[in-house]
T-cell receptor, first 112, second 117 residues
Framework: SQKIEQNSEALNIQEGKTATLTCNYT??????LQWYRQDPGRGPVFLLL?????KEKRKERLKVTFDTTLKQSLFHITASQPADSATYLC???????????FGSGTRLLVRP | GAVVSQHPSWVICKSGTSVKIECRSL??????MFWYRQFPKQSLMLMAT?????????EQGVEKDKFLINHASLTLSTLTVTSAHPEDSSFYIC?????????????FGPGTRLTVL
């Protein structure tokens, strides 16, 4: 079955460093991947979408890559700030439908 | 634009009672709305897809008679958890797409924390 996997261990980094989060997918080839931010007790907030024919996409301090060979997307936050601390979710369309499947998310902690 | 609200933000109820959760798109018409459930430290799991004016489509394993969904207008969908039990305690989140369901972006509500005693 189609799966999206993210590292369940929290990522703990120092303020100012670059955070890199990983999303791996198996058993399918998504046309795109999405990244969301979720704060405790809140719904996800859309950040970026990258299509399979795009290698990289940027938005301010955020950068997402899509490697169809490795079946992986990397999500980078440069010059990280404590306010970036949250859980980041990777999601993709499920098979050919419009439904989304989500990874379990990776919690990012940025220390001041 | 593209704001989705949910009401209530949290609810505590006794076992056996029913709880209704509302999902509204505030500044756009949502042809399709989705209902998710999220347990602590787990992924969002899709429960059902709701289209305005038609019956909801439920995911495998989700009881349609227990989780009643009504999408009465282009801006409102409701989820009613009937005869709630402690195992129904979870974080319920709705989302909506603007226009056709095939659009890539879903706009999520802030979620509703349900606790069943």
């Amino acid at each position: 079955s189609q799966k999206i996997e993210q590292n369940s261990e929290a990522l703990n980094i120092q303020e100012g460093k670059t955070a890199t989060l990983t999303c791996n997918y198996t058993n399918y080839s998504p046309a795109y991947l999405q990244w969301y931010r979720q704060d405790p007790g809140r719904g996800p907030v859309f950040l970026l979408l990258i299509r399979e024919n795009e290698k990289e996409k940027r938005k301010e301090r955020l950068k997402v890559t899509f490697d169809t060979t490795l079946k992986q997307s990397l999500f980078h936050i440069t010059a990280s700030q404590p306010a970036d601390s949250a859980t980041y979710l990777c999601a993709s369309r499920r098979d050919s439908s419009y439904k989304l499947i989500f990874g379990s998310g990776t919690r990012l902690l940025v220390r001041p | 634009g593209a704001v989705v609200s949910q009401h209530p933000s949290w609810v505590i109820c006794k076992s056996g009672t029913s709880v209704k959760i509302e999902c509204r798109s505030l500044d756009f018409q949502a042809t399709t709305m989705f209902w998710y459930r999220q347990f602590p430290k787990q992924s969002l799991m899709l429960m059902a897809t709701s289209n305005e004016g038609s019956k909801a489509t439920y995911e495998q394993g989700v009881e349609k008679d227990k989780f009643l969904i009504n999408h009465a207008s282009l801006t409102l969908s409701t989820l009613t958890v009937t005869s709630a039990h402690p195992e129904d305690s979870s974080f319920y989140i709705c989302s909506a797409t603007r226009g056709l369901a095939g659009n890539n972006e879903q706009f999520f509500g802030p979620g509703t924390r349900l606790t069943v005693l």
